[in-house]
């Protein structure tokens, strides 16, 4: 749907992704009353259902993305650059040339 305008997107998530979220939710309130509550499962899935607005807010607004990819994408050279600006102009980073300390 990306590129589509956010009307058509909405309706689209409306008719498919509604139902699916539903019963993934459905899932996840049978499963924490099976689950020990000390579980890291137990932990994920209380994590997702107190954030259930937010996490389906996307379903009835067009404008909004279901990921993140795009402004992962985006930060993704300033936080490799930050790595290798840490040796920039150093003897010892991989960017400049090997001197003989003998």
């Known amino acids: 749907m990306r590129g589509q305008r956010p009307e058509e997107r909405a309706r689209v998530r409306r008719e498919h992704a509604r139902a699916l979220l539903e019963g993934l939710h459905g899932w996840m309130r049978a499963s924490l009353s ?3 509550a000390k579980s890291e499962l137990a932990g ?17 607004d067009g404008r909004i993305e279901i990921d993140n990819n ?33």
Do not use: C, H, M, Q
């Not at 994920?44 to 009835?60: E, K, N, Q, S």
């Open 34 to 36: 099976k689950t020990s």
């Open 44 to 60: 994920a899935i209380r994590y997702a259902v107190t954030r259930w607005v937010a996490l389906t807010r996307y379903v009835d």
């Open 70 to 102: 795009a402004a992962e994408r985006a930060l993704r050279a300033a936080a490799l650059g930050r790595t290798n600006y840490l040796f920039l102009g150093s003897d010892a980073g991989a960017s400049g040339p090997r001197r003989s300390t003998a």
